[in-house]
C-alpha cells in the first residue's frame, strides 16, 4: 500500500489497495494508522457490493445507524446520500462533524461513490486539531473546561420542508436529541487535543445562552475552516472516503444542477467523547 498525501495537513490516498480482495489483520491496522495519521483517506476505482462495503466498515468497529436519516430497506446499514437530476437541495453542504447530537458521535464515516457528476459533488475535510493548535493559549485555556450542548435541532425543525426539496430523506418521526460535550476534546487513539464544535450542531456553551455564546462560536468555526486546514477531494468512479469523524468537519459541495449523484453512508460507531 502507498500513501499520497493531499495536502500538507489533512487527506491522503491510499494506492494499491484493492477492498474486495482479504483484509488482513496488518492492512487493516496499516489502513487504520493511516487514518490517523491523516484524518482522512480515499480509496479509487474500487467495485464493492454493499455487503463488501459493510465487510470493510466492520473491520473499524461496530456499525451505528443514523438516528435520523432513512436507511436502505434491504442494508439498514447503509445510508443513502443521493442528489436526483431534479433535486435543489442536498446534505451536507455546511462544514459540519458527523451527529455530534449523539452521546456517542461516530467514530467515522465510510462515503463510497456509487454515481458521480460529470464534474462538481466535490467533498471538502477539515483538521480539527489544527484549528485548535492555532488559537492562542488565552483563549485555549478559556475554552479548557468549557463544554457544549449538541443539538439535532436544526434537522428535526422542518424535516418536512426539508426532505420535500432533497432525495436523502429525514425521518420524520423524531424528537430532539440533546447532549453535552467538552469545546476541547482529546482524541482517545492520537491523545492530541482538538477543537470540537460545529455550526450546524452545536447549539450553545452549557450555562449560556444561545445568544451569548454564538460570537465565540462563530470564531471557532471560522478558525476551524480556514482553506489551510482543508484538502478537496474530486470523487470518481467507485472512490470511497473514509474520515476520522472526532478529529474532522467536511463540506460537501452542491455545484452540479441538472446531474444524478448517488453515495452510500457507513458510520462507525464512537465513544464517549472526553
Ligand atoms: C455527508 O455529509 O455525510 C455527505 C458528504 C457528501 O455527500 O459528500
Redesign the pocket.
Given at each position: 500500500m502507498q500513501i499520497r498525501k493531499l495536502t500538507g495537513h489533512i487527506g491522503a490516498e491510499l494506492l494499491g489497495v484493492d477492498l474486495t480482495k482479504d483484509l488482513t489483520p496488518t492492512l487493516i491496522a496499516d489502513i487504520r494508522q493511516a487514518l490517523l495519521d491523516n484524518l482522512v483517506i480515499f480509496f479509487r476505482d474500487q467495485t464493492l457490493s454493499p455487503e463488501q462495503q459493510i465487510h470493510f466498515a466492520e473491520c473499524f468497529g461496530e456499525i451505528s445507524r443514523s438516528p435520523v436519516y432513512r436507511t436502505l430497506e434491504a442494508y439498514p446499514k447503509i445510508m443513502p446520500?443521493v442528489k436526483e437530476s431534479t433535486d435543489k437541495d442536498?446534505?451536507?453542504d455546511t462544514w459540519?462533524t458527523?451527529e455530534t447530537f449523539q452521546a456517542t458521535p461516530p467514530l467515522g464515516?465510510l462515503?463510497y461513490a456509487r454515481e458521480i457528476p460529470p464534474l462538481g459533488?466535490d467533498?471538502l475535510f477539515a483538521n480539527l486539531y489544527m484549528a485548535y493548535d492555532r488559537l492562542s493559549d488565552a483563549l485555549k485555556e478559556q475554552l479548557s473546561d468549557m463544554r457544549a450542548i449538541h443539538s439535532n435541532d436544526f434537522l428535526s425543525t422542518n424535516a418536512q420542508l426539508r426532505n420535500a426539496t432533497r432525495s436523502t430523506k429525514l425521518r420524520e418521526d423524531i424528537g430532539k436529541i440533546n447532549t453535552s460535550h467538552p469545546v476541547v476534546r482529546t482524541h482517545e487513539e492520537t491523545g492530541r487535543k482538538l477543537l470540537f464544535v460545529n455550526q450546524p450542531f452545536t447549539y450553545c456553551f452549557e450555562g449560556m445562552t444561545r445568544e451569548e455564546s454564538l460570537p465565540l462560536l462563530q470564531y471557532l468555526y471560522q478558525q476551524s475552516s480556514k482553506p489551510e486546514l482543508t484538502c478537496r477531494f474530486r470523487w470518481g468512479p467507485g472512490s470511497m472516503a473514509f474520515w476520522d469523524n472526532r478529529c474532522t468537519m467536511?463540506y460537501?459541495i452542491n455545484d452540479y444542477p441538472g446531474h444524478r449523484?448517488e453515495?452510500h453512508?457507513i458510520t462507525v460507531q464512537g465513544s464517549i467523547p472526553v
Open positions: 446520500v442536498i446534505i451536507g459540519h458527523d464515516s462515503l459533488g467533498t467536511h460537501a449523484r453515495m453512508r
